[in-house]
């Protein structure tokens, strides 16, 4: 099955199948979430420029930022990552947006209107053409998935959407 844009859906989808066996084998790494985020953002998978991942938890009132993926500034956009988890682990200690998303720290947006304050958070990643995708967590908490597709996406992205942002929601926070 093909997308509007010419993408094979069947062949994203079998790329975010093969997430979990990649989380199994690697069961010892911290940073988990930054390896899902590069394979969900990855050309060949959901076609992502820039993405950010957040969890909201309105309990204690905390909005934190827990991964970002820039592709324009990634040296591993082609390698497989799982292959060199050393090398892109301290690749992201060193990447400027995952720096900048993980200092986002601020109140939750359970008093606010949720699309203004994504839009605030897109503006202070310099996310331009951004669309943002919310979804449950575990203890009532919300995770954020805010990203800026490399191209435009057809409607079937929506729903592969839920399946790779489900993903997110199995990592550990840190």
């Given at each position: 099955m093909k997308q509007e844009t010419g993408r094979d859906i069947s062949?994203?989808?079998r790329l975010l199948l093969s997430i979990p066996h990649k989380i199994l084998s690697f069961n010892e790494i911290d940073n988990i979430a930054e390896f899902i985020?590069?394979?969900?953002?990855?050309?060949?998978?959901?076609?992502?420029?820039?993405a950010a991942y957040f969890?909201?938890?309105p309990d204690f009132n905390c909005f934190k930022g827990i991964s970002?993926?820039?592709?324009m500034q990634e040296k591993f956009s082609k390698r497989p990552v799982w292959?060199?988890?050393d090398d892109f682990s301290k690749h992201m200690c060193h990447s400027q947006f995952n720096k900048k998303v993980r200092e986002v720290n601020t109140e939750s947006t359970k008093k606010q209107d949720e699309k203004d304050f994504m839009k605030e958070v897109a503006k202070n990643l310099c996310l331009n053409n951004h669309n943002y995708h919310c979804f449950s967590l575990?203890?009532?908490?919300?995770?954020?998935?805010l990203y800026e597709p490399a191209h435009p996406h057809a409607e079937e992205f929506d729903e592969i959407m839920d399946y790779a942002t489900a993903?997110?929601?199995?990592?550990?926070?840190?």
């Open positions: 062949k994203t989808l985020l590069h394979e969900i953002c990855h050309d060949e998978c959901l076609d992502i420029e820039r969890v909201d938890n970002g993926i820039d592709r292959n060199y988890a575990r203890h009532g908490n919300r995770g954020f998935f993903l997110l929601a199995l990592c550990p926070l840190q």
